[in-house]
């Protein structure tokens, strides 16, 4: 199952354009990944070279009740092949969307039909599975809301879907995907940097729900959030068992964090990279509301996924690669365990049901934003305690995390890191759980 160094590279795996929403009513839509060109704030004309799902970046929000049955057809208008994954979701492996592990690459011109029923309600995401670094890094993603059977009553639901774009000097898009610089460092990072908005007007003494997800393929967005008092009820889309304080957030690619709250000011998202910060989002002031809601946040429904139980197995994860790091066993940039992409055997083979610890260790000089697909897992905090549910998990350069998880989910499952620069050139495994 190894793949070749160029199949790796290549990525086994709007103008301001806000998402339209889909599947309010009706949970049936076509995706249509295809070229578009998009007009940059910043410029007075239209830049092409990226790629869209149905003519816009993001592509549209797909939103229905937890229960409902998801069904979406992928067209494919690229001239490549593509796949669509659903980040987050513990849905069935057929539908995961992964080529090798779970289905064929659908080809330019050919189709496929999604068809699942999302168990958990949450905030998650869809993005290409199939040569991921490029096809996410030009702009097919979009988000995906499973809405709780009772969720609590705001005046506004947002979803605020990060990114971030490269131009050149002529401000046209970057379509250069293959700069060895890029894999062997923080990754490929943009210099245009977005914010999504799925509504961008609010008034003073709303409460509102802002959902925000990473969709850039290798920044890592410390936010901070101005004009909203709040707390933060989910992360990855799991609902936090009591509202934590809302503070600097710091979302690796992939990530997402929900925020209920009630607006104080307009809403200001600004970027902090060393000392420097940036604003690079906002949500206007539309007026006033007479009759604010003043309750405390409260929890959102919690939701049945199993607890750990005794732990029957304990593996290693070693990440390797980068700048300074080339010596590890691998053909590729990066490597886990010693092999570069997708190895013969699984990291791990589990029986339904069973709960391992992992510890991830990254002696490297660069972050591993790392995700397991079909499930969540928590973090071994101090004292032995557990963290919150998560998916994908930010493990800093020369630091050393445990996890633990109960591998429920049947099926062939990817294991990798979603810095997607960092994925693409070799650091990628997978699990099987019977």
Excluded at 38 to 56: A, C, I, T
Excluded at 142 to 168: C, Q, S, W, Y
Excluded at 352 to 375: D, K, S, V, W, Y
Excluded at 394 to 411: H, K
């Amino acid at each position: 199952m190894k793949l070749s160094r160029r199949q790796i590279l290549l990525g086994a795996m709007a103008g301001f354009v806000t998402p339209q929403q889909a599947l309010a009513k009706n949970p049936k839509l076509t995706l249509r990944p295809a070229p578009i060109a998009v007009r940059w704030p910043e410029q007075d004309r239209e830049v092409p070279g990226l790629v869209g799902f149905n003519g816009s970046i993001p592509g549209p929000e797909l939103r229905l009740r937890q229960g409902a049955q998801l069904e979406v057809r992928l067209e494919n208008g690229l001239q490549d092949g593509t796949l669509v994954h659903w980040h987050g979701v513990r849905a069935p492996n057929r539908m995961d969307g992964v080529s090798i592990l779970t289905q064929e690459v659908v080809p330019p011109g050919a189709h496929f039909d999604y068809k699942f029923s999302p168990p958990d309600a949450g905030t998650f995401w869809y993005h290409s599975h199939y040569l991921s670094y490029e096809q996410v890094g030009r702009g097919l993603f979009g988000p995906l809301i499973v809405e709780e059977r009772n969720p609590p009553l705001v005046d506004h639901d947002i979803t605020a879907m990060l990114a971030d774009f490269r131009t050149k000097s002529d401000g046209k898009f970057d379509t250069d995907f293959v700069v060895m610089e890029d894999f062997a460092s923080e990754g490929r990072l943009g210099n245009l940097l977005r914010v999504f908005l799925s509504h961008n007007t609010v008034r003073q003494g709303d409460r509102v729900r802002l959902r925000l997800v990473n969709a850039a393929i290798d920044r890592v967005f410390r936010l901070d959030l101005e004009g909203i008092n709040g707390a933060i009820v989910a992360l990855d889309g799991i609902p936090l068992e009591y509202p934590a304080a809302l503070q600097r957030l710091v979302l690796a690619p992939a990530q997402r964090v929900d925020i209920v709250g009630t607006i104080v000011t307009e809403v200001t998202f600004s970027t902090t990279a060393g000392i420097s910060r940036a604003p690079i989002g906002r949500i206007a002031l539309s007026g006033v509301n007479p009759a604010p809601d003043l309750s405390p946040v409260t929890a959102l429904p919690m939701h049945g996924l199993a607890a750990p139980g005794q732990i029957t197995q304990r593996l290693e994860l070693l990440m390797r690669g980068g700048e300074g790091d080339q010596d590890h066993g691998g053909f590729g940039t990066w490597a886990l365990n010693g092999v570069s992409g997708l190895p013969d055997k699984p990291f791990g083979r589990f029986e339904r049901g069973e709960t391992a610890l992992i510890t991830l260790l990254n002696p490297t000089m660069f972050a591993q934003g790392i995700h397991l697909h079909g499930h969540h897992f928590r973090e071994v905090l101090g004292s032995k305690a557990l963290g919150p549910l998560r998916d994908t998990l930010l493990i800093a350069p020369a630091e050393t995390r445990e996890i633990v998880c109960v591998f429920d989910n049947p099926g062939l499952w990817l294991f990798h890191c979603h810095m997607l620069s960092h994925s693409a050139d070799g650091m990628m495994t997978w699990i099987e759980v019977s």
